[in-house]
């Protein structure tokens, strides 16, 4: 099977939820976060998804944090990001 490429015009194409109305991936209320979560789970691309969600938002806090990529909701990657800039202080120190 292709492997997805890294560049995402390329490996867009893979998307799970390609086909699937993209307000489903921005609920207002995070109780609806099911449905995207369990797309994402199965989608080839997750990596990919979340790692340029990752770069884009940054340090940014929860609350600038937007919709469910790579089948982490916005507080999920918020804790990412929180997590990272630990592990690379204590690295540093
Ligand atoms: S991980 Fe989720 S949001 Fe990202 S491309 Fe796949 S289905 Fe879409």
Known sequence: ?????????Q?????ACADEDP???FPRDPHEQGYPKSVC???LVKDQCLDLAMAAEGSSSHEKRYGVFGGMAPADR????????????????
């Open 41 to 43: 789970r199965s989608c």
């Open 1 to 9: 099977m292709e492997q997805p490429s890294p560049h995402v015009d």
């Open 11 to 15: 490996w867009v194409r893979y998307a």
């Open 78 to 93: 918020a804790r990412m990001a929180a997590n990272a800039r630990r592990r690379n202080k204590r690295a540093a120190s």
């Open 23 to 25: 307000e489903l991936w």
